[in-house]
Nanobody
Framework: QVQLLESGGGLAQPGGSLTLFCQAS????????MGWYRQAPGRQREMVAT???????DYANSVEGRFTISRNNAKNTVTLQMNSLQFEDTGVYFC????????????WGQGIQVTVSS
């Protein structure tokens, strides 16, 4: 079993920055993809950024060039550096750890609020 604990959310002004941290406890399954998803009020949850255990990252078009995801396999952490924040980045951000090959696993954190407001 893996538990994911997010931290670092809060309030930022447009153009500002925030860093989100996710700490995984337990044994992270090999070949897991870790990432960040977000859900804005009234909208479906969407992928923000993911990173494989080998360091290959993927980003939503809306955050490309502004957000950077990084992962430390030894410490079981994944970090999301968010720069040039926009109002549209407001939402609850969730950390996810997913293994898509057998045996598949899928773990989510509780979520953390990010609010971009002037």
């Amino acid at each position: 079993q893996v538990q994911l604990l997010e931290s670092g959310g809060g309030l930022a002004q447009p153009g500002g920055s925030l860093t989100l941290f996710c700490q995984a406890s337990g044994t992270v399954p090999g070949a897991s993809v870790m990432g960040w998803y977000r859900q804005a009020p009234g909208r479906q949850r969407e992928m923000v950024a993911t990173v494989t255990s080998g360091g290959i990252s993927d980003y939503a078009n809306s955050v490309e060039g502004r957000f950077t995801i990084s992962r430390n396999n030894a410490k079981n952490t994944v970090t999301l550096q968010m720069n040039s924040l926009q109002f549209e980045d407001t939402g609850v951000y969730f950390c996810r750890c997913r293994r898509r090959i057998t045996p598949t696993t899928d773990y989510w954190g509780q979520g953390i609020q990010v609010t971009v407001s002037s």
